[in-house]
């Protein structure tokens, strides 16, 4: 990993003449990062969390890296700066925490039930759930979302595909939490949902639906499929701006 080029002056072995010295500021040391390369033509620095990487061409050499991450060092901690304050913000499933739920900021109450659910009112996320503590509320809570989403996302999908012609190519609707994705089509006709997106308020999790179902007609991000992805959701731009402001609370 690398460091800063800067090397540091030596002090004088005198203790009077340390208070008469005057050290240069020392700049920010680069973080560590991990390079992962393959046949692209350009290096391109992705932050993630406390966690950067550099994707760089075959051809490139260490040093060269080494350069481009120096080039691009305050970027980074700009960029892990923000991550962090991000973080800060994720949800807390502790009592009197906080959770972001269909747009709100709610105050967290843990209410001990043999019955899992959810109740929200102008002010509280309350969740009954058998256990409070520890593990307790995160598993609840994923149980209740997950219910959710299967009684919700599979009926709505299936309805959309048949709508846009390919309700043939819909095989399964399916259900995982993931770390960056909310959803996920596959060429075998499978689409995979975050069940984390039932967070969210119910027009993105329409345009999350609208989304996944249009790759079964385009498989790609091209201009053909973002157009009919307008034609089933107009405003589809609005709510992609909300996932990349918001979506960091959603994420447990």
């Given at each position: 990993?690398?460091?800063?080029?800067?090397?540091?002056?030596?002090?004088?072995?005198?203790?009077?003449?340390?208070?008469?010295?005057?050290?240069?500021?020392?700049?920010?040391?680069?973080?560590?990062?991990?390079?992962?390369?393959?046949?692209?033509?350009?290096?391109?620095?992705?932050?993630?969390?406390?966690?950067?990487?550099?994707?760089?061409?075959?051809?490139?050499?260490?040093?060269?890296?080494?350069?481009?991450?120096?080039?691009?060092?305050?970027?980074?901690?700009?960029?892990?700066?923000?991550?962090?304050?991000?973080?800060?913000?994720?949800?807390?499933?502790?009592?009197?925490?906080?959770?972001?739920?269909?747009?709100?900021?709610?105050?967290?109450?843990?209410?001990?039930?043999?019955?899992?659910?959810?109740?929200?009112?102008?002010?509280?996320?309350?969740?009954?759930?058998?256990?409070?503590?520890?593990?307790?509320?995160?598993?609840?809570?994923?149980?209740?979302?997950?219910?959710?989403?299967?009684?919700?996302?599979?009926?709505?999908?299936?309805?959309?595909?048949?709508?846009?012609?390919v309700g043939d190519k819909l095989r399964e609707?399916?259900?995982?939490?993931?770390?960056?994705?909310?959803?996920?089509?596959?060429?075998?006709?499978?689409?995979?949902?975050?069940?984390?997106?039932?967070?969210?308020?119910?027009?993105?999790?329409?345009?999350?639906?609208?989304?996944?179902?249009?790759?079964?007609?385009?498989?790609?991000?091209?201009?053909?499929?973002?157009?009919?992805?307008?034609?089933?959701?107009?405003?589809?731009?609005?709510?992609?701006?909300?996932?990349?402001?918001?979506?960091?609370?959603?994420?447990?």
């Open positions: 990993m690398t460091h800063s080029n800067q090397a540091s002056r030596a002090l004088s072995a005198h203790p009077q003449d340390l208070a008469a010295t005057k050290v240069a500021p020392t700049l920010p040391v680069a973080p560590p990062y991990q390079v992962l390369r393959s046949r692209r033509k350009t290096m391109v620095i992705h932050v993630r969390h406390e966690r950067v990487e550099v994707r760089a061409p075959h051809f490139v050499s260490d040093r060269e890296i080494e350069r481009f991450v120096e080039n691009h060092r305050e970027w980074i901690q700009r960029q892990l700066d923000r991550k962090a304050q991000q973080d800060a913000q994720r949800l807390d499933l502790r009592e009197a925490g906080s959770i972001f739920y269909k747009g709100r900021s709610l105050r967290v109450r843990l209410q001990r039930a043999t019955r899992e659910s959810i109740e929200v009112t102008d002010t509280e996320f309350v969740l009954f759930c058998r256990n409070t503590s520890g593990t307790g509320p995160e598993r609840a809570l994923q149980r209740c979302l997950l219910a959710q989403a299967q009684a919700l996302l599979p009926a709505r999908s299936r309805a959309l595909a048949q709508y846009l012609g609707v399916v259900f995982r939490k993931t770390k960056t994705k909310w959803g996920h089509c596959t060429a075998s006709g499978r689409i995979q949902f975050n069940w984390l997106i039932m967070l969210a308020p119910d027009a993105i999790v329409d345009y999350m639906i609208c989304h996944e179902v249009c790759h079964l007609h385009q498989m790609n991000h091209s201009a053909r499929f973002w157009s009919l992805v307008e034609s089933v959701c107009p405003d589809y731009r609005t709510y992609v701006k909300w996932l990349r402001k918001h979506e960091h609370r959603l994420w447990l």
